[in-house]
């Protein structure tokens, strides 16, 4: 699948298919966690992978998940992340 349509997918999916989406790349969110993350997936926008994560959305993570569990998140998506979306 190419990036764009999995961000269209990501923009889409219900809570449900966005923990079946992360557990595919064996990434751990609780039920809350998933509940504050979802609604930011419609901010996503292909520009972040050249500009890298806007500081709203990285500030809106911290304050969702707190500044350590957000960096460890974040260094965990890059590791499981295909070569192709790095």
């Known amino acids: 699948m190419d990036i764009a349509k ?3 997918q990501l923009q889409s ?11 595919g790349f064996d990434i751990q969110l609780s039920d ?22 806007p500081l709203p959305i990285q500030q809106k993570l911290i304050t969702l998940l707190g500044e350590k569990r957000a960096t460890a998140l974040y260094k965990e998506i890059i590791e499981k ?4 979306f790095r």
Not at 81 to 84: G, Q
């Open 81 to 84: 992340a295909p070569s192709s």
């Open 13 to 23: 999916c219900s809570r449900k298919e966005f923990k079946t989406i992360l557990q």
């Open 6 to 8: 999995f961000i269209l």
């Open 32 to 53: 809350q966690e998933i509940k504050g993350v979802h609604p930011l997936l419609q901010e996503i926008s292909l520009s972040w992978l050249v500009l890298g994560v």
